[in-house]
């Protein structure tokens, strides 16, 4: 089962970000997008989550898909706990006492068992943006946009942050759509690497990633660094 | 941090003593209760007119019209303020009105006041348009100040409407709500005793001191500042205690 994007345009003023531009999501991996800034790459994950309008182009398998979103930014709201800010978007998906032990199962995940009732103002970058992730698996979506969420972490943060990905992603393996311009995030989290040109967007190269142990000094994943490396050029 | 406080504590204390002492110096100086008196004579003037039959009645009166003023700001300038937060057409009708009532002087509203209703409601008037316009550009500022981040969020993870009302616009302009309430009681108070003094209702702390200084009574006008002032710290006291408690994220 795949998703389908096909003849994608779209277009900002003068700038034609998508030109009959064609896509593919595997389900149930992670599809990480690898492109240079203002490449369009936002722009899709916006077009596919609805909150921006395509110009024209024909999606497929999308339809009936829930989607979570982890930004940026991790949009906590301030005057929640944590435990408080995940139940707010699930809350009428189900009922209080499976909510609760779905956040626990997550909040477990991440390693913030013990912050459920902090606000966010009390926690660090890196454990805010690790209550975004719990937040978007708690919430039953089928598909997980993500939008450069290490981009502001400092690398050891990031790779902490893969880790915790990662292990929830093992135990509950959803369709994960990952935009970045980091070459080192997209190894070790995606199963599919896509890399974008600039605007009009095409897709330059694509990379299945089969390799089991993903650690940035692995000779196989060296290997495919340089690769990429040399299409990015 | 505990030093600092206790510090900026003490260094308050020194100011308020400084300016009875002040007080003190100047009513030696003219030496006549009629134009100045001590401190300590006004004092128990203050005592006599809190323990004389009557006090409740006349401080409830001009705590009421306060209120009565206050909730009528409280629900139209949190309304109008919400709406006019999201809709920029109603903002742009609401602005020229607010400003208006601002820089209207508060004798005026008053003089109109008197003429319009009746002794009893003039004074709840005045604070109604003192401490509206605070309130509502509170709000304003509170609804524009939101994040959008926070909504654009809220819509993609398909929480409803009224939910995304209830439990992300109202906590992001609780601290608005409070700062517009603070600053509304602080003219508020101020605006109801002038009301009075110049409708002269039954029972009010205005009427009172209107009918002091007619009897050239400085001390009686004085005591019944000090009961004002009072009155009016008190409630600035419940609305930090009621923030504090609201406002736990911070």
């Known amino acids: 089962m795949s998703l389908k994007i096909k003849n994608l345009n779209k277009s900002f003023q003068d700038i034609n970000l998508f030109q009959d531009f064609n896509f593919e999501v595997q389900e149930n991996t992670i599809t990480c997008i690898l492109g240079p800034s203002g490449c369009g790459k936002t722009t899709l994950l916006n077009i596919i989550s609805n909150t921006l309008e395509k110009d024209s182009g024909e999606f497929s398998g999308f339809d009936d898909k829930v989607i979570s979103y982890i930004f940026q930014e991790p949009r906590l709201l301030p005057w929640k706990t944590v435990k408080e800010n995940i139940s707010f978007v699930i809350n009428n998906q189900r009922l209080t006492e499976e909510k609760n032990e779905i956040i626990k199962k997550y909040l477990r995940l991440v390693e913030l068992d013990d912050f459920a009732d902090y606000y966010p103002s009390k926690l660090s970058g890196g454990m805010k943006q690790r209550v975004a992730i719990a937040r978007a698996f708690s919430y039953s979506s089928d598909l997980i946009l993500m939008d450069e969420p290490l981009k502001a972490l400092d690398l050891k943060l990031k790779l902490n942050l893969i880790k915790a990905f990662r292990r929830i992603w093992q135990v509950d393996k959803r369709t994960v759509l990952f935009v970045t311009h980091d070459i080192d995030e997209a190894l070790l989290l995606g199963n599919d690497i896509y890399v974008f040109s600039k605007a009009p967007v095409q897709i330059k190269k694509h990379f299945a990633i089969t390799e089991k142990d993903r650690t940035l000094n692995n000779p196989e994943i060296v290997k495919l660094k340089n690769e990429i490396w040399d299409v990015m050029e | ?250």
């Open chain 2, 1 to 250: 941090m505990k030093m600092n406080l206790t510090k900026t504590r003490i260094i308050s204390l020194i100011s308020t003593i400084l300016l009875i002492v002040i007080w003190k110096i100047a009513s030696v100086f003219y030496n006549s209760e009629l134009i100045l008196p001590s401190p300590e004579s006004t004092l128990i003037t203050t005592i006599k007119l809190i323990s004389s039959k009557g006090f409740l009645l006349i401080i409830s009166a001009t705590i009421l019209r306060g209120l009565a003023g206050f909730a009528i700001s409280f629900i139209l300038g949190v309304g109008l303020g919400i709406f006019a937060g999201i809709n920029s057409s109603f903002n742009a009708f609401l602005k020229p009105i607010l400003v208006t009532i601002r820089s209207t002087p508060v004798i005026s509203l008053i003089l109109l006041a008197l003429i319009w209703f009746n002794v009893e409601t003039v004074a709840v008037f005045i604070a109604f348009l003192t401490m509206f316009p605070f309130i509502c550009t509170n709000v304003i500022d509170g609804i524009k100040d939101i994040n959008p981040e926070l909504i654009e969020m809220s819509t993609i993870y398909k929480v409803d409407k009224t939910k995304i009302i209830k439990e992300v616009y109202l906590p992001a302009i609780t601290p608005f709500i409070f700062s517009g309430v603070s600053s509304a009681m602080g003219f508020g108070w101020r605006a109801v005793i002038i009301g009075e003094v110049l409708s002269q209702p039954q029972f009010g702390i205005g009427t009172l001191m209107q009918t002091a200084q007619t009897f050239l009574l400085v001390n009686e006008v004085i005591a019944w500042t000090i009961i004002a002032i009072i009155i009016s710290y008190l409630f600035e006291l419940i609305i930090r205690k009621t923030q504090k408690r609201i406002v736990v994220w911070k």
